[in-house]
Structures are given as structure tokens and as C-alpha cells.
């Protein structure tokens, strides 16, 4: 007897739709997303000539090769200059979320005080006033510090209002058993010396978040550099781009030539740091 074919049940209209619009829906927000980095590197690549004949933002350069505005960015922008500026408000900044972020979500989860519940409210409420309603009183007190045009000012201000961190850390410290503090006790050990030789180290997976969010907020911001290090000696990154932007006009080849100098480095760490980052931030959102 030969064997009869048995007809495949066809799947619905539903089933068939659904990952072509999400395929869709993905191409889309590439396109979003990729689309102002390509406008802005074709744009890094005319002539001012180019832009003032209207040129547009997508329109392929007469050039290919012309890097011109690349040496105009990094001279006249002070690129170098900047860069260095970033990372050493980056290095302060970020190791000062981490110390005191650390230290305050293990004050805060390992031991019972008055008022514990009304902190952590207080950290909340914190988050949710807009920092430019308090700039006021803010750039009052940078100032009575003696700390306006200097380094140290947007330091200050990145590591003092990161409750963000604090949130990060509390939720990854609540993870770790009480059981390893009271084993260090029973040894010997002080709640300094716990906090940094079993604590800490297992803390990594909320390191690498803290870092990746406060590096990519200190790298981009440009509120804090202009407003608190108004020098040309202390411009930033961010900053520098400024320069090309006057009151009759702006140099857009200028500045989407700086922009692409200051995106390349992000983009290199990205994509050799992006297991990590998602692992990070990942383990973070679960927890």
C-alpha cells in the first residue's frame, strides 16, 4: 500500500506577518539610527564651498579623499587638548561613582539604622528633581569652593549627584549572602576590611555597569564643561566642537569632522567592550 501524503497544516496570516514586521520594524531603526551618522560623516568630507551651494546632508563630497576639515577640527579645535581634559575628569569621575556608590549602598544594605528607609526615599525624590532647577544654588556653591574654571568643578558634581550608581550597586549588593561578612567577623575581620577584600570583588558585574553608563555621561555631556570650565585651556571634548560655531554662522564641515573624531573612540570601545556591556547591563536589569 503506498504511503498516502499527510497535508501540512498552513500556518496563519498572524504567524506569517509577525517576523516580517519585526524584521521590518528593525530595518527601520537602523535606518534611523544610521542615517545622521552617514549625513554627518559625507558632511566631514565637503568643502565649505560645497555647503554653501546647498549641498545636502546625504549628497556624496566632490572628495572622497579630502581630510582638510579633519586637521582643521583637530588643530583649531584643540582636540588633543580636549581629549585630555575628558579623560582625566573621566578617570576621577567614574573611580569616585564607584568608591562612593559602593560604599554607600553597603552602608546602607548591611546595617540597620534610623532613618534607613527615609535615605533611600530621599535618593529617589533626589532623582526626580531636574538638576537645571538647582543650578543656581549649584554653580553658588562651586563658586565658594573656589573650584569655578577648574578640573575639578565638573568632578565634583558627577561624583556627588551619582544616585544612579548607588541604585546599581544596592541592587547587585543585595545578591551577595550576609553569611560571607559574618564568616569575616567570626576571623577578625573590620567592616573596612570587608567592605574592599569581599565585597568589593564581587561587585565586578556592577562595576562594569557603573562604568559603562558614567563613562558614556561624562564622555557626551556639555552642559557642565561650558558652563563650569569657560577657559580655552579646560575645553573638553564636547566643548571644542563649539569653537567652530560663531555668531554669523557655523562651520559645519568643521564640526562634523570634529564630531566624527570624537565618535570613533566610543565606537572602537564599543565594539571590543560590547559583551561585556551587555552582560552588565543585562545582570543589572534581571537583578
Not at 18 to 42: H, I, K, N, R, W
Not at 92 to 103: D, N, P, R, T
Not at 156 to 161: H, I
Not at 252 to 265: K, S
Amino acid at each position: 500500500m503506498s504511503d498516502v501524503p499527510v497535508p501540512v497544516p498552513r500556518r496563519p496570516a498572524a504567524a506569517r506577518i509577525a517576523p516580517a514586521l519585526t524584521y521590518l520594524s528593525l530595518v527601520v531603526a537602523s535606518l534611523v539610527v544610521l542615517l545622521p551618522l552617514v549625513a554627518v560623516f559625507l558632511t566631514s568630507l565637503k568643502t565649505h564651498k560645497e555647503i554653501a551651494n546647498g549641498s545636502g546632508a546625504l549628497t556624496p563630497p566632490d572628495d572622497w579623499f579630502n581630510l582638510s576639515n579633519y586637521r582643521t577640527a583637530f588643530q583649531q579645535g584643540h582636540m588633543l587638548r580636549g581629549l585630555f581634559n575628558t579623560a582625566f575628569i573621566l578617570v576621577f569621575s567614574v573611580a569616585g561613582s564607584i568608591l562612593i556608590g559602593s560604599m554607600a549602598a553597603y552602608a546602607i544594605d548591611r546595617y540597620r539604622f534610623r532613618f534607613r528607609r527615609a535615605i533611600l526615599a530621599a535618593f529617589l525624590v533626589a532623582t526626580l528633581v531636574p538638576s537645571v532647577t538647582t543650578q543656581v544654588g549649584t554653580f553658588q556653591v562651586i563658586n565658594n569652593f573656589g573650584l569655578f574654571d577648574t578640573r575639578w568643578a565638573p568632578i565634583l558634581l558627577y561624583t556627588g549627584t551619582d544616585i544612579v550608581s548607588i541604585y546599581v550597586f544596592l541592587q547587585f549588593m543585595r545578591s551577595i549572602p550576609t553569611s560571607l561578612d559574618e564568616a569575616a567577623r567570626i576571623d577578625g575581620a573590620g567592616p573596612l576590611r570587608i567592605y574592599w577584600t569581599i565585597i568589593m570583588p564581587l561587585l565586578k558585574p556592577a562595576i562594569a555597569t557603573v562604568v559603562i553608563i558614567k563613562g558614556i555621561l561624562v564622555y557626551n555631556d556639555f552642559y557642565y564643561p561650558f558652563l563650569y570650565m569657560p577657559s580655552d585651556d579646560l575645553g573638553t571634548i564636547s566643548t571644542s566642537l563649539f569653537r567652530f560655531k560663531g555668531p554669523f554662522g557655523a562651520e559645519w564641515q568643521d564640526i562634523c569632522a570634529g564630531a566624527v573624531l570624537v565618535i570613533v573612540p566610543t565606537l572602537v570601545i564599543f565594539l571590543f567592550l560590547q559583551r561585556w556591556i551587555y552582560n552588565g547591563l543585562t545582570q543589572g536589569a534581571t537583578k
